[in-house]
């Protein structure tokens, strides 16, 4: 399977030599409107998820970040909609240069409980809200423009990616 897109910051040094970081995003929709995470901190918008333990799989990856970030349970996969390639620097590590390749699944979930959000995410102010994807795409461009910082980050990719999925799932 060829990524769904390939997203690289033109500003950045990229070595022989870059670290890989895979990541997994859940992707739950009602109607046209898509559960995402809202940073207090970053006044932005992102699709649930997170990184790969060492030597956990996508699923086990995905069920544990889908409980951690919103509290889903009995979680029912119901496409693997492909990944995304990304080149870009990152904030955990110091803001060297990573690829990240993030697998997205189209999701549904029965349940819900509390969650358990990591601390750099409590820190990030962190919480789950419902929008429509034109409300999302707006917030993340509206903050990406705010943005002093032209280089590309994780939230010109996750608009990228909402932009796709509205077309992909809405129409």
């Known amino acids: 399977m060829d990524p769904i897109m390939i997203i690289t910051d033109n500003l950045l040094d990229i070595q022989p030599s870059i670290p890989e970081r895979h990541t997994v995003r859940a992707v739950l929709c009602e109607g046209n409107k898509i559960l995402l995470m809202f940073s207090e901190a970053d006044q932005m918008v992102g699709i649930p998820g997170g990184g790969l333990g060492f ?40 803001g060297q240069p990573i690829k990240v390749i993030s697998d997205y699944y189209l999701v549904e979930t029965e349940e819900f409980s509390a969650n358990a959000l990591a601390r750099h995410e409590q820190e990030m102010g962190l919480k789950a809200v ?42």
């Open 55 to 94: 030597d956990e799989s996508k699923l086990d990856g995905l069920y544990r970040e889908m409980q951690e970030e919103i509290g889903a349970r009995k979680v029912r996969i119901i496409e693997h909609l492909g990944y995304v390639e990304e080149f870009r620097i990152s904030r955990s590590l110091n």
């Open 130 to 171: 419902w929008m429509t994807f034109d409300e999302a795409i707006r917030i993340n461009e509206a903050g990406i423009e705010r943005s002093s910082d032209k280089r590309i980050t994780f939230y010109h990719t996750q608009t990228e990616m909402l932009k796709y999925l509205k077309d992909r799932l809405c129409d």
